[in-house]
């Protein structure tokens, strides 16, 4: 049995607007089937932000983070697949491993996974307040904004160790889920047309699997010129300045409109919007997320007499120990240049910073490194 360990962590506690605390936490195991993680690098990513400001609800208080890569330092009773030293990107999508969905391969649709309630698969927590030993939770039962985690055995999947950390976090969240979007969800095949809405961290993730994949053009649509000149690094063929004409813009750069298009902001009136995009027989794949509790309202026509599809995608339908493999050999083989998505590299007590930033629109992905 190992002692619980003392981990400085990003905690949000709601008491103080939008502000995340970092404070020495405790946090238990690994318990069987589990393993600790010194994390390495972890990613400021839109997800958290939704929690805190305010648009989504989770238990509190919450250690923060989602998106991450370390070194196992200790495995639990049971563990086969890992050993310590192992390089790991964490999945934080944690499917039950038990139920058909995840005999099938689709443990993103596996409706047991307790993820979205900061939760370990089997209900409970590892983490508690270092102030006052009450339980605290790991945001999408990752918490990865700590400098040390605990997951299950197979939400640690071991990569090739020439990957670095800060590229590796991405693989777990941004990276991962734009990939898992094009090549699972839309199966994007070489010479379709595409356009990406939104060129966040998650719509650069795209516009790169897009290129993976050879589609052609790739057209990039931001409210933003700086985050357009970042797409255009990415892969895009082409970049639209989002404005009352996006959906003139789109369909001359497309020929009538694109194969695919992607939603990457989470934003109601563009997810509305993204059949538009389209042309009769194309498919509008929503990755960002809304905030809770809003609508979608879409012309009935536009998708029963245009024969439109519209694709929801949760975690890119990753399979990760499948996938993040194949992510990161397409980075170590030029294939998937993921370098350029990282903006800034800070440390956990610049950690209001990073989101502040991130507000602001002024970077794509800022880490931060252990
Ligand atoms: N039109 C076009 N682009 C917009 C608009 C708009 N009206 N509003 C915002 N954007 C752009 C921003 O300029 C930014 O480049 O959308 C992008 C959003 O990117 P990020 O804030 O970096 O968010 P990201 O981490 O990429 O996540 C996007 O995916 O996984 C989900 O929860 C996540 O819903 C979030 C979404
Ligand atoms: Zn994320």
């Known amino acids: 049995m190992t002692e619980p360990k003392q981990v400085r962590a990003a905690v949000y506690r709601g008491t103080e607007g939008d502000r995340l605390s970092v404070e020495t936490m405790t946090l238990a195991g690994p318990e069987h089937g589990e393993v600790r993680v010194t994390v390495r690098a972890a990613g400021v990513c839109g997800s958290d932000r939704h929690v805190l400001d305010g648009e989504w609800q989770v238990p509190l208080p919450a250690v923060m983070g989602h998106e991450a890569a370390g070194v196992v330092e200790a495995v639990g009773a049971g563990v086969r697949g890992l050993e310590i030293g192992d390089h790991v990107v964490i999945a934080w999508h944690q499917a039950c491993q038990r139920c058909g969905e995840c005999a099938g391969g689709k443990p993103w649709a596996c409706t047991r996974a307790k993820s979205n309630d900061s939760l370990l698969p089997d209900g409970t927590t590892r983490w508690s307040d270092g102030a006052d030993g009450a339980a605290a939770y790991p945001y999408l039962a990752t918490g990865a904004m700590a400098e040390a985690i605990v997951v299950p055995e197979f939400a640690a999947i071991k990569i090739d160790e020439r990957v670095p950390f800060d590229v590796a976090s991405l693989i777990g969240c941004s990276v991962g889920t734009g990939y898992g979007a094009v090549a699972n969800n839309a199966r994007v095949v070489a010479g379709e047309s595409a356009v990406v809405v939104g060129a966040g961290g998650v719509g650069l993730s795209i516009i790169s699997a897009l290129r993976l994949a050879g589609a052609n053009p790739i057209v990039a649509v931001d409210v ?6 970042e797409a255009t690094r990415a892969g895009a063929t082409r970049t639209v300045l989002s404005g009352d ?52 309202e879409i012309d009935g026509l536009l998708l029963a007499y245009e024969g ?10 990753l399979v990760p120990a499948r996938d993040f493999p194949r992510v990161a050999g397409a980075y170590l083989s030029g294939a998937l240049p993921l370098d350029d998505l990282i903006s800034a590299r800070v440390g956990l007590d610049e950690v209001n910073e990073a989101f502040d930033a991130m507000r602001r629109g002024e970077r794509t992905r800022s880490v931060i490194l252990f």
């Open 224 to 229: 933003s010129e700086a985050k357009l000149a």
């Open 245 to 296: 004409d996006l959906v003139e813009q789109v369909r001359e750069a497309t020929g009538g409109g694109a194969d695919v298009a992607f939603e990457a902001i989470g934003r109601v009136q563009t997810m509305q919007q993204l059949p538009e995009l389209i042309r009769p027989g194309g498919r509008a794949v929503f990755v960002g997320l809304p905030p809770e509790g809003q609508s979608v």
């Open 308 to 317: 439109k599809t519209i694709i929801g995608s949760n975690y890119g339908g």
